[in-house]
């Protein structure tokens, strides 16, 4: 799942209590809760057409701690969950997915927390750091994965803006430009993680790996 997914979306709608989630979900989030003692915050059922078994019910729960309670193997999770959705679906007279053949479909576990976290690094823009630290011999700032590494010119200025403190202050910026999207503080306790390396560096070790040509 990506956080620019409509699932996402209207769940931090829904945490933020600016809607209610569908009924379907609503009542599944019950049960879940009265099972489990297990936070569900918003669900839909996706279509991976490139999958073997791609009808998914993907549920979005409110931290890891809650997905540790739930069912683990696939099957417990059809038995379970899977088997409640169909009832309220059933005992809600819903077609609204009737389209889908939900006797196979799996079931998929997201955290919450996870996505805003993905979210706010994916909008973390470089722009402003880049012109606030013009002068600071930044080579370029790039993305990988869940880290950010930002790269200077050489090796001597890895040591020296180290020294004179910038590569806080960079740091400490790009914290703050994600935190500008954080709306639930997920960010406070959980800093991005950033990496200073030079151009050089990775010129002379890296000729053959994914860093060739990046930067």
Not at 37 to 55: A, R
Not at 148 to 177: A, C, L, N, P, R
Request: proline share 2%; glycine share 2%; aromatic share 12%.
């Amino acid at each position: 799942m990506l956080p620019k997914e409509e699932v996402f979306q209207n769940a931090k709608e829904i945490k933020l209590g600016l809607v209610e989630p569908s009924i379907e979900f609503k009542v599944l989030a019950e049960k879940i809760k009265a099972k489990w003692n297990s936070n569900l915050i918003n669900g839909d059922i996706y279509n991976y057409v490139q999958m073997s078994s791609p009808i998914r019910l993907r549920l979005i729960f409110d931290s890891i701690e809650d997905i540790k309670l739930l069912p683990k193997f696939w099957i417990d999770r059809q038995e379970t969950i899977g088997k409640n959705f169909i009832e309220i679906l059933t005992e809600n007279k819903s077609n609204k997915y009737q389209h889908f053949n939900l006797s196979e479909m799996m079931i998929d576990y997201f955290d919450f927390e996870e996505l805003v976290f993905k979210e706010c690094f994916l909008k973390v823009d470089f722009m402003e750091i880049n012109q606030e630290f013009e002068q600071e011999n930044i080579a370029s700032i790039r993305k990988y994965w869940d880290y950010i590494h930002v790269f200077y010119q050489t090796d001597e200025d890895v040591k020296i803006k180290e020294t004179m403190g910038v590569s806080k202050k960079i740091k400490d910026k790009i914290q703050e430009i994600a935190e500008r999207n954080d709306l639930f503080g997920i960010l406070k306790n959980r800093p991005l993680k950033i990496i200073f390396d030079s151009k050089d560096n990775i010129e002379k070790v890296a000729l053959y790996n994914s860093y060739k040509g990046i930067i």
